[in-house]
């Protein structure tokens, strides 16, 4: 028994919920050290998801992640499109055409989301990104899937990357819009590593 | 047939307005603009994007322009989505100055490679020295002002210590147009030139950068000196000369 294609729907329903009832906050904390559209744009993203899984429900867990990678990329518009759509279509690649998914394949999948992360954005840990919120729910994930319990990874996932959020606030941005305004980025929560930790949070939802 | 461009910028009328701006330049190469999102916000579109890449492929291969960062991310992405899309190549370069040469270079035939060449040819001037300039002021105290501007016939080698060696083809031309060197004369003998294999200098700027051409600031009787060397220095001269000699089919 393992994650089913339910699960991936209900992942991408409470992420698409989260981002509609934290899209004022994901606003502020852009508008802090970027242009102020992240939640926007994601709640819009996520919206497109939704309308997509209803009208081409999918059959795979796989399918469906590689269908919010297009609605994103299409959708999004900032540069949070092609960085969570990369990380969607790489994770539904791992998963390949798989109807289960076990705590090793999950952990592959969440660990493929973030090198995708990490190849389109040219970002590295410390640069205050959402790999700072993917890195070390990717190792947690690694380490918990020993155990071979899917809710436990993504528990552990979460967690991790809701620390690795919080601490991006004393980080001066390396990347992104951010970086342009040097040290005055200290002090402010990274948005993307902040939808990051909600995404996480929604997929340990759906599994519980 | 020549080599196809996609344009991907985060506003609309920029990409619309640069394949304007380089259709006039290149009226035969296909040139397909992806701006903006597709519900006409600023921002960039995958579907935009996929779809041009789509309307420009079977061509002899396709070149694609961005602006900025996301743009270069989602350009990028319709690479990965699209699986094995053919010759794509990703020319990271000024869009406008970028797109202006290598829709030249592919209006005279140049390979994929050569246009994604004359494209990123424009990149980073004036903001990078004129080659020789380095060599030319390290060398002593030559003639102030801009050592690089070798005037009139003297050949660059043997004279002065420190210059380079001798270029394998060297030509003195007299531009003959009443405009002189502006964007359209400079965008063609800088996409010509990138698509052959030689180094060239003209006047002591790089000859396949448009925007160096154009800081030359050459007027109608100024001399263009062109020196060239690589395989194909006998070439990039001759090029030179037909254009300038026909005005570069300009009053």
């Known amino acids: 028994m393992g994650l089913d294609v339910n699960w991936a729907v209900k992942w991408l329903t409470l992420s698409a919920q989260a981002m509609a009832e934290h899209r004022v906050w994901l606003i502020e904390l852009d508008r802090a050290i970027g242009d102020s559209d992240h939640g926007e744009n994601m709640d819009r993203g996520f919206q497109a998801v939704l309308d997509k899984l209803a009208e081409n429900p999918p059959e795979t867990p796989g399918a469906a992640l590689k269908l919010t990678a297009m609605a994103l990329m299409s959708k999004v518009g900032g540069a949070a499109g092609p960085l969570y759509g990369t990380a969607f279509l790489r994770a539904g690649t791992a998963l390949g055409d798989a109807a289960y998914i076990d705590a090793a394949g999950l952990a592959a999948a969440l660990g493929a989301a973030r090198d995708g992360i990490v190849a389109r954005g040219k970002a590295e840990s410390g640069d205050k990104t959402m790999v700072d919120a993917w890195t070390p729910a990717v190792e947690a994930a690694a380490a918990a899937?020993?155990?071979?319990?899917?809710l436990a990874v993504l528990i552990a996932a979460a967690e991790a990357a809701e620390a690795g959020a919080v601490a991006t606030e004393p980080l001066v941005a390396r990347k992104g819009r951010a970086s342009y305004l040097g040290e005055r980025s200290a002090g402010h929560r990274d948005p993307g590593a902040a939808s990051s930790a909600l995404i996480l949070r929604a997929a340990a939802g759906a599994a519980a | 047939m020549t080599v196809r461009i996609v344009v991907v910028s985060h506003s609309q009328k920029i990409a619309d307005g640069a394949v304007e701006l380089a259709a006039q330049m290149a009226p035969d190469v296909m040139m397909v603009p992806a701006g903006g999102t597709s519900d006409g916000r600023i921002g960039t579109s995958l579907e935009k994007v996929m779809s041009a890449l789509e309307l420009a492929a079977g061509g002899e291969g396709v070149v694609v322009l961005t602006d900025l960062g996301s743009a270069v991310m989602t350009a990028e992405a319709a690479l990965e989505f699209a699986e094995g899309p053919g010759a794509v190549l990703l020319a990271d370069a000024p869009i406008v100055e970028g797109l202006v040469a290598a829709a030249v270079a592919a209006q005279g035939g140049a390979s994929v490679h050569a246009v994604k060449r004359a494209a990123e040819a424009t990149h980073g001037y004036p903001a990078s020295r004129p080659k020789d300039e380095e060599h030319v002021s390290s060398a002593a105290h030559v003639a102030a002002g801009s050592g690089a501007r070798s005037g009139g016939t003297t050949r660059a080698g043997g004279q002065q210590p420190g210059l380079p060696a001798v270029p394998d083809a060297t030509g003195d031309f007299e531009l003959v147009n009443l405009a002189g060197m502006h964007a359209r004369p400079a965008a063609k003998i800088a996409g010509g030139l990138a698509a052959l294999d030689a180094e060239v200098t003209v006047n002591g700027v790089d000859g396949a950068s448009m925007t160096g051409l154009m800081t030359l600031g050459a007027g109608k009787?100024?001399?263009?000196?062109?020196?060239?060397?690589?395989?194909?220095?006998?070439?990039?001269?001759?090029?030179?000369?037909?254009?300038?000699?026909e005005g570069f089919g300009e009053p």
């Open chain 1, 145 to 150: 899937a020993a155990d071979g319990d899917t």
């Open chain 2, 221 to 245: 009787g100024s001399v263009l000196h062109v020196e060239a060397s690589g395989p194909d220095a006998e070439r990039a001269v001759a090029y030179v000369a037909g254009l300038v000699q």
